[in-house]
């Protein structure tokens, strides 16, 4: 079993910057995968941002690429989620996830962990 535990959210204004952090405990040996998802009441859980075991793969959903960046400290097993130039559309409840699938995957439903999740708040 693997725990995930997201810190890091708030209520930030528009331009702002945020970095969610997503610590990993129990059988992090397992995981190849970390990523990060949000989800609006009402909708689907978005797939964000995902990185592979080294961090030299990367995947983005469009809408966050440049503003964005996710990033490991495997040594810590930590999961990092830099967030900059946020917009009000990216209100959302963020999930940080882990899969034991590579390379680097993008479906909710290869994750197998899920932390309980980090509001994040983009005022206008």
């Known amino acids: 079993q693997v725990r995930l535990v997201e810190t890091g959210g708030g209520l930030v204004q528009v331009g702002d910057s945020l970095r969610l952090s997503c610590a990993a405990s129990?059988?992090?040996?397992?995981?190849?995968?970390m990523g990060w998802f949000r989800q609006i009441p009402g909708k689907e859980r978005e797939f964000v941002a995902a990185?592979?075991?080294?961090?030299?793969?990367?995947q983005y959903t469009d809408s966050v690429k440049g503003r964005f960046t996710i990033s490991r400290d495997n040594a810590k097993n930590m999961l990092f989620l830099q967030m900059d130039t946020l917009k009000p559309e990216d209100t959302a409840l963020y999930f940080c996830?882990?899969?034991?699938?590579?390379?680097?995957?993008?479906?909710?439903?290869?994750?197998?962990?899920w932390g309980q999740g980090t509001q994040v708040t983009v005022s206008s």
């Open positions: 996830a882990a899969s034991e699938s590579g390379p680097v995957v993008t479906a909710q439903w290869d994750y197998i962990y």
């Open positions: 129990g059988r992090t040996s397992d995981i190849y995968t």
């Open positions: 990185s592979s075991w080294s961090g030299f793969s990367t």
